[in-house]
């Protein structure tokens, strides 16, 4: 059973995910990025989210990378240093959701813009951009 004192953080969580079994990443509203240890119940490490909230976060199992998504851009972090690896840019509205595909390194973003983009992890390209929608996604 894990638990998480509130005064152990003391900013506003705005997004979470998992790095394995033992361990979490919060997102804080104060452009911070924590790696959390649930065995030990105590912080790793922290780091600045370069510039924006992490409104979604999402472990990238394939490089151990975490992909940071703010309003309408997409930080890949190295997740052992904190180092800006990637800066995905092209939405022109509010992020939605992300997803990667780990078999090809694929990462899939949508938009308020009504648009889907199609990113090739590794180098940052947009390899798909569907944008015929009505409607927001």
């Known amino acids: 059973k894990f638990h998480i004192e509130k005064s152990i953080i003391n900013d506003s ?3 979470i995910t998992v790095r394995n079994e033992n361990e979490i990443i919060f997102g804080c509203d104060n452009k911070t990025i924590i790696l959390w240890d649930l065995n030990e119940n105590k912080e790793i490490k ?28 997409i930080n890949i972090v ?12 092209k939405h022109e509205m509010a992020i939605t959701s992300v997803l990667t595909v780990r078999k ?15 990113w090739n992890l590794s180098t940052g390209e ?3 951009s569907l944008n015929k929608h009505n409607g927001i996604i």
């Open 13 to 15: 969580v705005v997004s």
């Open 46 to 73: 922290k780091f600045k989210s370069h510039e924006i909230i992490p409104n979604l976060l999402l472990y990238n199992q394939n490089d151990d990378n975490l992909i940071v998504v703010g309003h309408v851009k």
């Open 78 to 89: 190295n997740l052992d240093t904190g180092e800006l690896l990637k800066i995905l840019e």
């Open 104 to 118: 090809n390194n694929l990462l899939i973003s949508s938009s308020k813009d009504s648009s889907i983009l199609i």
């Open 126 to 128: 947009i390899l798909k």
